[in-house]
């Protein structure tokens, strides 16, 4: 499971370190963050399939 | 030249063809000249770039793989691996094409609830193909007869009218490579509002809910509705690299395990400020980061400190300033060294749609 945490720089900008399982990292500006996080609910709600079994 | 060539309709806009001899040379038909720069707006098409790794296990949905291809699936309990395969010399996919690399995708457990399953890429700019037919081709084949789809998503960006999506041409596959192509008229974007960060997106959807194994290459969409031979968007390897880098770039310590990476300014004991020079300009600023074992030295034969986190305190589409934070010990003010610690150390940039 990710861990996700906040931090804040001295110049005040805010970011997200996200900690994987396997000891890697990613960090982005938590503005960006926010952003994919809203974006990924919006696409997950409307994308459609074009093909739904195995044929 | 000519080529012989085997095609059956397996729908009104969807032909399989399995070439069986090729110069490579000829087309089908129309008015475009086969290798031709910016046909192909798919990039890393042949998948010959791999940046990220060449081999993904148990990933989850928006993971990307090989550059530029990513996969996004809703569901629970699936086991997914996307791993970079090797062509032997001489059948690679069919007898006149050469690559060295295709993609596979497998499914080993199946999983439940899934209604979207994708291998994806985004095209910079929505407006690119809108009310345009357009087709797409690509060579594949599975472990068993399995159903590929196609959906094209026109995303308007941040700030733009919310996204359109059209679903295109499906095909069944088989356990053979043969290439498969179709095409669809794109709707048109007349009276939308176009945000930033807008794109057309292709999704190669794969049956939901079951196993399978499934392999691809060559993977092209350009205008028109007849499927041109098969060329990568730059037309070369280092200009396909450098479209690449244009959304991401890693430097890996896979090369040089010690990898030199830049120099930055100790602020406090333990953070340090550093700017960064990438080879390309990217698509945007860049958006994240992600890296692993990254250490800080004085020097080269001293003991090093251990990064905890890097984050980007001015971003920049070309020169990044990152804020860096390790353990304790520096002293302020003096310049640091910051390097690979090891062959698996990474650090990326990010600029992807």
């Known amino acids: 499971m990710d861990n996700i945490t906040t931090i804040t720089d001295p110049t005040g900008v805010e970011s997200v370190i996200i900690t994987h399982d396997d000891g890697s990292f990613t960090s982005m500006l938590k503005s960006t963050y926010d952003a994919i996080q809203a974006s990924s609910t919006l696409a997950a709600n409307s994308a459609p399939q074009a093909n739904s079994t195995e044929s | ?353």
């Not at chain 2, 032997?88 to 199946?110: D, H, N, Q």
């Not at chain 2, 009276?191 to 060559?218: A, C, I, R």
């Not at chain 2, 960064?276 to 990254?294: F, W």
């Open chain 2, 1 to 353: 030249m000519s080529r012989a060539q085997l095609t059956s309709m397996t729908a009104d806009n969807v032909v399989q063809e399995t070439l069986v001899g090729s110069t490579g040379n000829s087309i089908k038909g129309g008015s475009v000249a086969p290798f031709v720069a910016g046909k192909n707006k798919i990039i890393n098409g042949d998948f010959n770039i791999w940046q990220r790794g060449t081999s993904f296990s148990s990933i989850s949905s928006g993971t990307f793989t090989a550059d530029r291809w990513f996969v996004n699936f809703d569901g629970s309990g699936a086991t997914r691996s996307v791993s970079q395969q090797t062509f032997t010399p001489g059948s690679a996919p069919v007898a006149g094409y050469e690559s060295s690399y295709f993609l596979r995708l497998a499914t080993t457990v199946a999983g439940s609830g899934q209604t979207y399953s994708n291998l994806a890429q985004r095209i910079e700019n929505v407006q690119t193909f809108a009310n345009q037919t357009v087709v797409v081709s690509f060579w594949a084949k599975a472990n068993a007869a399995i159903s590929l789809g196609t959906v094209f998503g026109q995303n308007f960006g941040s700030g733009g009218s919310s996204s359109v999506y059209t679903v295109g041409p499906s095909f069944t596959l088989s356990t053979s490579w043969a290439r498969y192509t179709g095409y669809i008229t794109l709707p048109s974007i007349s009276g939308k509002t176009v945000g930033t960060g807008s794109y057309l997106e292709l999704d190669l959807t794969w049956p939901q809910n079951s196993t399978f194994t499934l392999d691809v290459w060559g993977v092209q969409l350009e205008a028109g509705s007849v499927a041109t031979p098969f060329t990568t968007a730059s037309g070369t390897f280092q200009g396909e690299l450098a479209l690449c880098q244009r959304y991401y770039y890693r430097q890996s310590g896979t090369e040089n395990a010690s990898m030199f990476l830049g120099y930055g300014q100790a602020y406090s004991s333990s953070q340090l400020y550093w700017t960064t020079r990438l080879p390309v300009q990217m698509r945007t600023t860049v958006q994240a980061l992600d890296y692993y074992g990254l250490q800080v030295y004085l020097n080269s034969s001293g003991s090093g400190y251990g990064i905890s986190s890097i984050s980007i305190n001015q971003s920049s589409s070309i020169s990044p300033s990152l804020f860096v934070t390790c353990t304790s010990g520096l002293s302020t003010n003096t310049m640091y060294n910051i390097f690979m610690a090891g062959s698996s150390s990474y650090l990326g940039f990010s600029a992807e749609l």
